[in-house]
């Protein structure tokens, strides 16, 4: 059922059917519209989704149009998540909708409204009383939002929505944000999503925004920068063509606009991936071009750093086809260390799964396969995490071995791990300051806590934690040792700053190595567990 504007709820209100909906100009009614939604995918969804809809004609449980995808997909999450209240703030100045009607949209022959609406969902039943004057519990049911753009054929305009509850400590890369509704604080933790626009950008363009956006909002001094900057600010002289309307853009576009924006990106080409990224000694139990795409991946996600993947449909061969998704997050799927990944697809929506580098995905489209890596990084994240892990590994055993030759017998656990093949690691960048407080929390070592916070630490850290396979999973502590390099240091030879292995520890700057007398298990320092 819908409540128009500053309408009050009665027993006549509740019992409308919400097919009874009546068309109404895009900016009425003001200032809200309010609808609220059954626990599943009913026809009070189906009817909230027709009303922004591109196509005609669709019946509830009918597969959407290519243009609806994305929008449908929202909508799911959104139930997904629990939402029973969808509030729909009209004349919503938005700035990322209103980049692209002033670069785009306005000089355009046809008429567009200057305006959009922003969808928020909360799982609690709210009524047209409570709007202006949200109680705590009502504030804290919120699931997030979804911007729609009037009249263009791609609707969904910038969108945070909560993750799946599935997806909680899969997803990697989602960032907290705070939202204004009617003068009223809410929070919502996601991955930022958008669909092309298909006019001013293309897939590539959003890409590289949902990269950007998240890093605008977890990077303090990264200066936030609209969508329609990513088009207006693509180099014409790098492609043949003109970049407005877009038709795609090239490698040295990407990465020119990557490294405008200030997050310079890294570029791996599937195809010369190789497993040299870990020593001969340090057996992986996968290899090939694959597990090293997917350990490439995965080091850029453990660091909340969004990764996109260049790829086309199978069977296809051309370059021109390719289409940019974004990687959020993964999961191991059995003990030989395959993984899904979760992406955004801007053709899709949020939130899907992969399984495995060019394994087929859930959300019905065609098997892509990947093509390119794009990492986009801090600038000052200058180390790569594969020159980080192959020096780690090499590090963490020799430094074990030399304890034990030093009668520690300690760090033969550590030995004996590897010769079995149980020996895993876990490689990321964070901020130096922050890894000091996750050390701190973990660790109940006195000493070894007061040796690393007086550690003189560069912005970011490379991170290479030695992990036990036979806990990970079953126990929070299963990081048995940890490396730290300064990520601005040289890629030939990277600058140690911290080691720890069973039975000893050392740090750049003290007198010494320090020694333990126990094998101590610590949780792992990254943002989410080894």
């Not at 992986?284 to 660091?303: F, H, K, M, P, Q």
């Not at 790569?384 to 760090?411: D, F, I, P, W």
Request: glycine content about 6%; some cysteine; overall charge neutral.
């Amino acid at each position: 059922m819908w409540f128009l504007g500053k309408r009050r709820s009665s027993s006549k209100d509740e019992a409308e059917d919400s097919s009874d909906i009546q068309a109404v100009a895009w900016d009425e009614p003001y200032p809200y519209e309010l609808h609220h939604l059954g626990p599943t995918f009913d026809a009070s969804w189906h009817a909230f989704e027709w009303a922004y809809s591109r196509e005609t004609g669709r019946r509830l449980g009918d597969e959407p149009a290519d243009t609806d995808r994305p929008l449908h997909r929202c909508l799911q999450v959104a139930q997904i998540a629990g939402a029973r209240t969808a509030i729909v703030e009209t004349r919503y100045i938005d700035r990322d909708y209103r980049s692209e009607y002033s670069a785009f949209y306005s000089q355009a022959f046809e008429s567009f409204p200057d305006s959009a609406h922003r969808i928020h969902f909360f799982s609690r039943r709210i009524r047209p009383a409570t709007i202006a004057m949200l109680s705590r519990r009502e504030r804290q049911s919120y699931c997030g939002y979804i911007i729609v753009r009037p009249r263009v054929l791609s609707v969904v305009g910038r969108t945070m929505l909560q993750v799946p509850e599935a997806m909680v400590g899969i997803v990697r890369t989602d960032v907290s944000e705070t939202v204004n509704f009617f003068g009223q604080r809410l929070q919502i933790r996601a991955v930022p999503f958008m669909q092309q626009d298909a006019r001013l950008g293309t897939c590539a363009n959003v890409a590289a925004w949902m990269c950007h956006y998240t890093a605008a909002l977890s990077w303090v001094g990264l200066a936030r920068r609209p969508i329609a900057d990513f088009s207006t600010l693509t180099n014409p002289s790098l492609q043949v063509g003109r970049p407005i309307p877009s038709t795609g853009l090239s490698f040295h576009q990407i990465s020119d606009l990557f490294r405008v924006v200030g997050l310079p990106a890294l570029f791996y080409d599937i195809k010369s991936l190789t497993d040299k990224d870990r020593p001969v000694e340090w057996p992986d139990r996968r290899i090939g071009r694959e597990a090293a795409a997917s350990r490439t991946s995965c080091r850029y996600l453990n660091s909340g750093l969004p990764v996109i993947v260049l790829a086309q449909p199978r069977g296809r061969q051309t370059t021109e086809e390719m289409h940019a998704v974004v990687l959020c997050g993964y999961k191991r799927t059995n003990a030989e260390s395959e993984v899904s990944f979760v992406f955004h697809d801007d053709q899709r929506g949020p939130y899907l799964r992969m399984d495995g580098v060019n394994g087929p995905d859930n959300s019905g489209g065609s098997t892509l396969e990947w093509e390119v890596i794009v990492a986009p990084v801090p600038p000052k994240l200058w180390l790569t995490g594969e020159a980080a892990e192959r020096l780690g590994c090499q590090l963490l055993l020799a430094s074990a071995r030399k304890a034990v030759k030093q009668k520690v017998t300690q760090a033969q656990a550590m030995l004996n791990l590897h010769s079995c093949g149980d020996l895993s690691v876990r490689t990321y960048a964070i901020d130096g300051s922050r890894w000091k407080e996750r050390f701190a929390v973990g660790c109940s070592d006195a000493h070894m806590v007061e040796e690393h916070r007086f550690l003189r630490l560069p912005h970011y850290v490379w991170v290479v934690e030695a992990i036990d396979r036979t806990k990970r999973g079953r126990t929070p502590k299963a990081v048995l040792g940890h490396i730290l390099f300064d990520a601005t240091s040289d890629e030939q030879q990277p600058a140690l700053l911290a080691i720890r292995v069973p039975g000893l520890f050392a740090t750049e700057g003290s007198t010494g190595e320090s020694w333990t007398t126990e094998v101590e298990y610590l949780p792992s320092t990254g943002q989410y567990g080894a």
